[in-house]
């Protein structure tokens, strides 16, 4: 099992530059997460989707959008990337209330 | 009151002792609870679980929990360098979609 994987690994975007961040995940895992963490700070939640077809907003998710693509596949989209969007971006997924599993994340720069 | 509390840290402690982290809960109904460990650029890892009041061991590391005081903590004994990290209390409130991370507590162990 290759758990969470997440494409790219870094990325470098200019101001107002889109881009998807890819995750999925091959362990029949309900939920899926997306978060970001800037330097020493805690996790934040952007995204998540409980369930196959649901969708829902979490703390910060003003200037992304997220698909559900299948029960595998949640995907992350900046439509108009801003420096403020630099960040590592951590996708994660779950069954119901047990363990969470992270990606190993995309690094992304926005100059 | 933010529903995951974590001292922030630094903390500081020798190799060889006993590091003691902790974390407090504000939902009372709250049924499950997480330890990860993050290395510098890293993606967060689970070190334990516990789901009941008590105590529960594994190698180094014990978790205790205690429900009617909210409170939820992680010792590791034998502390090693490699154990230097932050480490992210997580609880899965009663109901809730989604888990809900401290802050985290930056460890650093010193030889």
Same mark, same amino acid.
């Given at each position: 099992?290759?758990?969470?994987?997440?494409?790219?690994?870094?990325?470098?975007?200019?101001?107002?530059?889109?881009? *998807?961040?890819?995750?999925?995940?091959?362990?029949?895992?309900?939920?899926?997460?997306?978060?970001?963490?800037?330097?020493?700070?805690?996790?934040?939640?952007?995204?998540?989707?409980?369930?196959?077809? *649901?969708?829902?907003?979490?703390?910060?998710?003003?200037?992304?959008?997220?698909?559900?693509?299948?029960?595998?596949?949640?995907?992350?989209?900046?439509?108009?990337?801003?420096?403020?969007?630099?960040?590592?971006?951590?996708?994660?997924?779950?069954?119901s209330t047990d363990t969470q599993y992270f990606g190993p994340g995309t690094r992304l720069t926005v100059l | 009151q933010k529903e995951v509390e974590q001292n922030s840290g630094p903390l500081s402690v020798p190799e060889g002792a006993i590091a003691s982290l902790n974390c407090t809960y504000s939902d009372r109904g709250s049924q499950s609870f997480f330890w990860y460990r993050q290395y510098s650029g890293k993606s967060p890892e689970l070190i334990m679980f516990i789901y009941s009041n008590g105590d529960k061991e594994d190698g180094r590391f014990t978790a205790q929990l205690n429900k009617a005081s909210q409170y939820v903590s992680l010792l590791i004994r034998d502390s090693q360098p490699s154990d230097s990290a932050t480490y992210l209390c997580a609880v899965w409130p009663q109901g809730a979609q989604k888990l809900v991370f401290g802050q985290g507590t930056r460890l650093t162990i010193n030889p």
């Open positions: 099992n290759a758990g969470v994987t997440q494409t790219p690994k870094f990325q470098v975007l200019k101001t107002g530059q889109s881009m *998807t961040l890819q995750c999925a995940q091959d362990m029949n895992h309900n939920s899926m997460y997306w978060y970001r963490q800037d330097p020493g700070m805690g996790l934040r939640l952007i995204y998540y989707s409980a369930s196959e077809g *649901t969708t829902d907003k979490g703390e910060v998710p003003n200037g992304y959008n997220v698909s559900r693509l299948n029960k595998r596949e949640f995907s992350l989209r900046l439509e108009s990337a801003a420096p403020s969007q630099t960040s590592v971006y951590f996708c994660a997924s779950t069954v | -």
